[in-house]
């Protein structure tokens, strides 16, 4: 039931082919943060999650930039989407 009703409504790539989905938002290895040796967001972190990432390592020496980034993606989208 829950797959019929995401098909009615396809997104940016309407393709009449797709039957099928992959959920792949608990897949640990996509939600990961690393900071050590370099900063990196899994492609499947939240904004509000990255968002809170992206101030922690702004305080570390020469990364203050990064509160810039925060607060902007911090303007996007509405709390909702942002946790999407």
Do not use: C, H
């Not at 499947?44 to 101030?55: C, D, G, R, S, Y």
């Amino acid at each position: 039931m829950f797959l019929k009703n995401i098909l009615k409504f396809p997104g940016v790539y309407r393709s009449q082919d797709v039957t099928k989905f992959i959920d792949v938002k608990d897949i640990p290895d996509l939600r990961k943060v690393q900071t050590t040796p370099s900063f990196q967001l899994g492609a499947n972190v939240t904004l509000t999650e990255a968002v809170k990432e992206l101030k922690i390592q702004a305080a570390t020496a020469g990364f203050a930039y990064l509160n810039e980034i925060a607060d902007y993606w911090g303007n996007i989208a509405s709390i909702p989407i942002r946790n999407v």
